[in-house]
């Protein structure tokens, strides 16, 4: 009733969106956030309140370029100032007059769109400013290196180099906390770090052999004539661009064990910016070419810089180094003359903005907007059901498709208790999907596994691959994570079947015999200290049901005597048929092994179709033999042997007086046979 009396009031001047809880609200948003000019909020609402709302707003910046007003019965001076900390720009009581909300609405519509205009209007200022700067830079750095037979693209590569470096350092440690205005400050500066060239002889600069002893303590001397002209400076002595561009050019070839020049700084001595560029200049010049070298490639440049062929550097800068290596090339390729990218310069002036509370320009809005249309189109052409997940507030987002695809909302508040998340993953996939995400490191942050998702209620397979999201605090926190479900029901389901035909025995169903010996030899190495039991038996006589009565009936008395050796064994045994009418059963740590061996015989003993069956079985334990496979198989295998000619219809446990069982031609006198009180002996 209450959006219905606020949609009549407004809709004359504004399209309305309604939602009727605050989990619509956030889809919504997430949806049509750059659309949307005011949110008119209430507190109390179901499933997600009006607080929880504008905590995700303030998570996702919305609240920067969104004026909520918030219109409630909650009359409380808590919720009031707490409304206003979460960022409203103002809150209206119900029951509410019409009038003081239309004008309200016009009102903060109208403070919002003046101060987006003027924000642009500053940003523009800023870029253009920016931008102006460092093609002056650019152009007077040029003219340096040209002396030096050189383009100013080595200042340009210098100065990408040093911006990849520090954004990779601030990754790695907080020892060195910069700002963006830092990064920006030190980058341009690096552009300076061989001005005192100017001061060096041509002859010297340009000469194409090695430098004698003597041209190169001249050639060392522009470190300190570039400092000194920068300390010369009649003005502007106390603007940090100044200041850091002395450190740099005064001390960028010191060497952090103490070897470099002018000064013989050491270690932490050295100040850090003069450290990366340092090292940004070095890679430069080995992966350029001189007058008085070729170039090397870039991974021997990397490999002569970790080996110490160019002095020493700080062990964390070349962790930084290598991190980016992979991608360092092709940043170097993307980087343009004149400057900033206009993405990165748009990036810089947000930051400025922000710091004076201020907001993105419509520009940036635009920026965003474009890649927000793009994501979504290609995410429904994927046909991938792709996620997103946030800790605090817990908060499952799914692309448009993937709801669709899986029959859910797109925005699932608490999904570990969503009842339709349990229906579609299961709670304990759930958890093992959190528990695999909660494992990674920012440094290794994906991860993937295959679950069985219910869709539509069938279920198939999908492959699950998942980036974790990590906070910026000097001890990163786990804030969720991103990622993506692919159907692989068809292939997985074709990989089993294949799997399956591989491993086991196509008439009975059973493990075959080389798959068998592959989980005994793993069993048995996972648990070295185990008791095990390999038993071999034969079926009596069963050539005469293939010869009798032909091989299709052979066939159902074999498929007979695999049920009969699955009904009579557990679930971890392991029951194999080895070949022709021989089968195996391997059991694991079983105290009462005789009486195991005793009820499988039996189960195998009496007839199918009236066709009688009786087995011969050996069996032997680890105990009396060891645990290699190849022994125990034999040594089963000289039991069954003594069984059979022993009369058949028994079993028999392996003992030493079995050992050359096999090796003996001449039958055995079945009065030889030791006959003790044991059941399994009479047999």
Known sequence: MNRAILTDMLSE?????????????????????????????????????????????????????????????????????????????????????????????????????????????????????????????????HIVEFRNGESGLHVLRVRTLTKLLMKRLMEKTDRYPFSAFDITIICTASAFHDIGKIAIDEKILNKRGKLTEEEFEIMKTHSLVGAEMLEALPIHQEEPLIKIAYEICRWHHERYDGRGYPDGLKG????????????????????????????????????????????????????????????????????????????????????????????????????????????????????????????????????????????????????????GIAEVLGIDAWNDISEKLRATTPENPITEGEYKLCCNGQSRWYRIVARSMWSNDSQPQYSGAIGKAVDIHDSRIKME????????????????????KEQIQKRME???????????????????????????FGDKVLKHVAKKLRHNTRGSDIVARVGGDEFLIFLEDEPEVEAIIDKIFDSLTGEYEKFPISVSMGVVRSNAVGVEYSTLFHSADQALYFAKRSGRKKYCFYDESMKDMLSVISPIDSNEVKVSENKRERR
């Open 13 to 141: 001047e504004y399209d309305i969106i309604e939602a009727e809880d605050g989990v619509e609200a956030v889809s919504l948003l997430r949806k049509r956030a750059m659309e949307i000019s005011l949110v008119l909020l209430d507190i109390v609402m179901p499933k997600m309140d009006g607080f929880a709302v504008l905590a995700v707003m303030n998570q996702n910046h919305w609240i920067d370029d969104i004026p909520v007003i918030m219109i409630s019965a909650e009359s409380g001076s808590d919720q009031i100032e707490r409304a206003y900390k979460l960022g409203v720009a103002d809150f209206i009581m119900r029951p509410f007059d019409a009038l003081i909300v239309h004008h309200r609405v016009v009102n903060t519509i109208l403070l919002y769109t003046k101060q987006k205009k003027l924000i642009g209007m500053v940003a523009d200022q800023i870029y253009e400013k920016e931008r102006r700067s460092n093609l002056m830079i650019d152009i007077l750095s």
């Open 526 to 552: 996972q648990n070295p200290g185990g008791n095990f039991t390999l038993a071999i038996c034969d079926l009596d006589k069963f050539k005469d049901a293939n010869d009798c009565y032909g091989h299709i």
């Open 268 to 419: 932490e001595d050295i100040p850090i910016s003069a450290q990366i560029v340092s090292l940004a200049d070095v890679y430069d010049a080995l992966t350029s070419e001189r007058v008085y070298k070729k170039a090397f490639s870039h991974d021997t440049s990397i490999q002569m810089i970790l080996n110490g062929q160019c002095g020493a550097f700080n062990p964390i800068l070349l962790e930084c180094l290598k991190d980016i290596s992979d991608h360092l090339e092709a940043e170097l390729k993307s980087a343009m003359p004149g400057g900033e990218k206009q993405s990165e310069m748009w990036k810089m002036t947000k930051e400025m903005i922000t710091s004076e509370a201020l907001t993105v320009s419509e520009h940036s809005l635009s920026l965003l907007e474009h890649e927000r249309m793009k994501y979504n189109f290609f995410a429904a052409m994927t046909e991938e059901i792709q996620f997103e997940y946030t800790v605090s507030p817990p908060m499952l987002t799914l692309s448009g498709w993937g709801a669709e695809k899986l029959g859910l909302d797109e925005v699932t508040m608490e999904p570990q208790h969503s009842k």
């Open 497 to 516: 079947e294949l799997e399956e035909r591989a491993s086991h025995d196509l008439l009975t169903g059973l493990f075959n015999h080389a798959s068998a």
